[in-house]
């Protein structure tokens, strides 16, 4: 009875890793913005509907777009004779795909909006409200899509004779460099700092590949000691180096890492000690612009996005913990059942994360990770009796034959 409730909390406390590491995983992806953004959020600056005409116009080389936001707004649904408050509206000029995931809003789209699922369950009852009916700011909208990146809010086009100043400015950076673009905004008397629109996209994502970095460490730290042990054993250590690669190979894959070299970084500047200082500086002033800056609904979207997926990546790194002291693997039966165990939970998970999150979680990261550590670990642990350099073994080895050959001498 015992061994099995053994086994049960061990199955749980597996399920509960893989739970929890595929949440994170799923608010990660939840932020993810495939396209390359530079946002303004303007303070001292200011750009108005007329401005910004005139820097579309000589800027046409560049995709942008201009955004306000207002907070304890109303919207009216005249069907039903729904009126909700303290709605977000972002009032946009130019393509809302820059700014959120989802349907598109034109920029000659006058009379469309986009509205979030909240909203539109609070309105219509349901999130089936396309090609529906609103009134905001005496003005019928029909609601052209549901958007995902914003709560309790609305996007609608402002209106060419609008005298709104805008909040934020924000660039398509596809073609374009960080600092390409910064030059571009300093000739046009921009103050602002500069914020890449995935920062906090950046961040979850560190945190979260937290737990996979601490596997393949503790698998890397244990193969590389044993390595040093077999310095002088050169095929030992070519099978080692081997293991170190293909362990770092299968690592990349998976986690989809993609190292990459900064363009400003080149051609001469590795060794400019004081290109170094200044990032450094350049990297710290950043960082206290965006911690003190005004947050507006896209950021706080992706502020709680972040906070939860650090949450879940804690709970992952105490679960793996947890799960070293509880799970010792003894054989390779073990090892085979333990992983279809981490399968059947990585299936369960996928399902259960999609269904009530939306989150797709069905990457090799989640499927691959754990099982890739046990496995790598029982190899080590259980045949480290055939690679590991064992020195004193050797001296005994030799002493023995030394014997034998003085024996047969006298």
């Known amino acids: 009875m015992r061994r099995a409730v053994r086994q049960i909390i061990k199955v749980l406390l597996m399920f509960a890793l893989v739970m929890c590491f595929g949440l994170s995983i799923g608010y990660v992806n939840n ?83 986009l509205i979030d699922e909240e909203t539109s369950y609070k309105l219509f009852g349901s999130k089936h409200a396309v090609g529906k009916e609103i009134i905001y700011n005496d003005r019928s909208l029909v609601v052209r899509g549901i958007h995902k990146g914003t709560t309790s809010n609305i996007i609608v086009q402002l209106l060419d004779d609008s005298q709104e100043s805008m909040t934020g400015l924000s660039f398509d950076g596809t073609e374009f460099s960080f600092n390409e673009i910064k030059d571009l905004t300093n000739t046009l008397g921009f103050k602002e700092m500069p914020i ?51 362990l770092g190979t299968i690592f990349l894959k998976i986690t989809n890492i993609k190292i990459t070299i900064p363009l400003d970084m080149i051609p001469n500047k590795w060794s400019d000690f004081d290109f170094w200082g200044n990032l450094w500086r350049e990297y710290i002033e950043k960082f206290k612009y965006v911690m003190y800056m005004k947050k507006y609904g896209m950021d706080i979207y992706n502020i709680e996005n972040m906070i939860m997926a650090t949450v879940y990546s804690i709970l ?95």
């Not at 950046?202 to 310095?231: C, G």
């Not at 002088?232 to 180096?241: A, E, Q, R, S, V």
């Not at 054989?331 to 989150?359: H, T």
């Open 31 to 113: 932020i993810k913005n495939e396209k390359k953004v530079i946002n303004y959020y303007f303070e001292e600056t200011e750009v108005n509907i007329d401005r910004l005409k005139s820097i579309k116009e000589s800027k046409n080389d560049i995709s942008m777009v201009g955004w306000a936001e207002k907070s304890l707004q109303s919207a009216y649904n005249p069907d039903f004779n729904r009126t909700i408050n303290n709605l977000k509206v972002l009032l946009v000029s130019g393509n809302s795909s820059l700014i959120i995931d989802g349907p598109l809003l034109f920029e000659d789209d006058k009379e469309g909006c």
């Open 196 to 246: 890449n629109a995935s920062l906090y996209y950046n961040l979850a994502n560190a945190i979260m590949m937290i737990f996979p970095i601490i596997a393949l460490l503790l698998i890397a730290i244990k193969v590389i000691v044993y390595a040093m042990k077999a310095k002088n054993k050169p095929i030992l250590l070519f099978i080692y180096l081997c293991m170190i690669i293909i």
């Open 316 to 410: 992952t790194i105490i679960l793996f913990v947890i799960n070293l002291k509880a799970i010792k693997i003894n054989s390779i039966r073990e090892l085979i059942g333990i992983n279809l165990i981490l399968v059947l939970n990585s299936f369960v998970v996928v399902l259960l994360v999609w269904k009530k999150y939306s989150f797709d979680v069905n990457i090799p990261i989640l499927w691959a990770i754990y099982p890739l550590y046990l496995c790598a670990d029982y190899f080590i642990r259980k045949h480290e009796k055939y690679f590991v350099y064992n020195e004193n073994r050797d001296k005994i080895q030799n002493n023995k034959i030394n014997t034998e050959s003085n024996e047969v001498m006298v």
